[in-house]
C-alpha cells in the first residue's frame, strides 16, 4: 500500500510540476528570437537599412511637381503684381502635400543665381514648404536684392523636395571624399555655431569633391580647407527636384 501511494505522489507531482516547465521551455525556445537573442546575419540588414528607407519614403509624381511650380510661381505673383492666388480646396490636395518634409525652393536668371531659400529640417507640410520659401526666395534671400517686375519674366524656378538627413560617419578627410556621391548627395557641414549646406543640385557646378568641399566650408564662414581636420559634423540627404 506504501509503495502504491508513494508511485501515485510522484505521478501527480510529475504531471503537475515537470510536464509543464518542460512544455514552457519548449515554447520559449521556439519564441526566443523575439525577445532578443542574437540572430545572425542582421549586419547585413544594417548595412542595406538606409537604402530601404529611402525607397519607402513617397515620390511626388510628375503633375504634383507641376503643381508645386504653378503654386511657387503664383505666390510670387500675388506678391509682385498683387494678383490673387486661386485658392484650391485641401480636400482635393494629395495626401503627400500635407506630409512635413524638408523643401527648397530656387530661382535662376540665364543659369545665375538670383534667390535660394528652403527648410532642411521640416517646419511645416510639403505645400505650406514651398508657398513659404518661394516668398523667401524671391524677396528674402539676403544675397540679392528683392525681385523686381522686369526680372520676372526671366525667372526660372526650381523645387525641391528633401529628405530626412542623416548623419556620415568618416574616420579622416579621405574616408570622408570616399564616401560622398556627386550628383546624389545634398550635403550639411556644422561645427560650433558654423553650419551650411549645398544642394545635390550644386554638384553640377562644382564636380569635383574638394572642390564642393572647399566651398561649402566657405559658406559655413569657416576656412577653406576646414574639411580637412576630420573634425566636421557632416550630414548629407537627398532631393527630387522639379523645374520649369
Known amino acids: 500500500m506504501k509503495d502504491d501511494m508513494c508511485l501515485k505522489t510522484l505521478a ?3 504531471i ?3 510536464i509543464p516547465f518542460v512544455l514552457l521551455w519548449i515554447a520559449f525556445s521556439a519564441i526566443g528570437p523575439a525577445f532578443g537573442q542574437e540572430v545572425k546575419g542582421g549586419g547585413k540588414d544594417e548595412e542595406g537599412g538606409k537604402e530601404r528607407a529611402m525607397a519607402e ?5 510628375e503633375e504634383m511637381g507641376k503643381y508645386l511650380l504653378s ?21 482635393d490636395l494629395p495626401a503627400i502635400f500635407h506630409e512635413r518634409r524638408g523643401t527648397f525652393v530656387t530661382l535662376t536668371i540665364q543659369g545665375g543665381l538670383r534667390g535660394c531659400i528652403g527648410h532642411i529640417i521640416p517646419q511645416e507640410s510639403l505645400i505650406e514648404g514651398i508657398t513659404v520659401n518661394a516668398i523667401n526666395a524671391a ?15 526671366n ?12 548623419p556620415l560617419s568618416y574616420t579622416d578627410a579621405d574616408d570622408l571624399l570616399k564616401k560622398l556621391r556627386p550628383g546624389v548627395d545634398g550635403v550639411i557641414i556644422k561645427k560650433g ?17 574638394k572642390e564642393f568641399l572647399g566651398h561649402l566650408c566657405l559658406k559655413a564662414g569657416l576656412d577653406g580647407n576646414a574639411w580637412r581636420q576630420g573634425d566636421l559634423e557632416v550630414s548629407t540627404y537627398q532631393v527630387q527636384a522639379f523645374e520649369d
Do not use: M, Y
Open 16 to 18: 503537475i510540476c515537470v
Open 71 to 91: 503654386v511657387a510661381r503664383q505666390t510670387i505673383e500675388q506678391e509682385l503684381f498683387g494678383r490673387k492666388k486661386p485658392e484650391k480646396p485641401e480636400r
Open 139 to 153: 524677396f528674402r534671400d539676403p544675397r540679392f536684392r528683392p525681385l523686381n517686375r522686369e526680372e520676372w519674366k
Open 57 to 61: 519614403i513617397e515620390e511626388l509624381t
Open 155 to 166: 525667372v526660372k524656378i526650381e523645387i525641391s523636395i528633401l529628405t530626412e538627413p542623416e
Open 193 to 209: 555655431r558654423h553650419q551650411a549646406t549645398f544642394l545635390p543640385q550644386v554638384w553640377e557646378q562644382l564636380p569635383k569633391k
Open 12 to 14: 501527480r507531482f510529475f
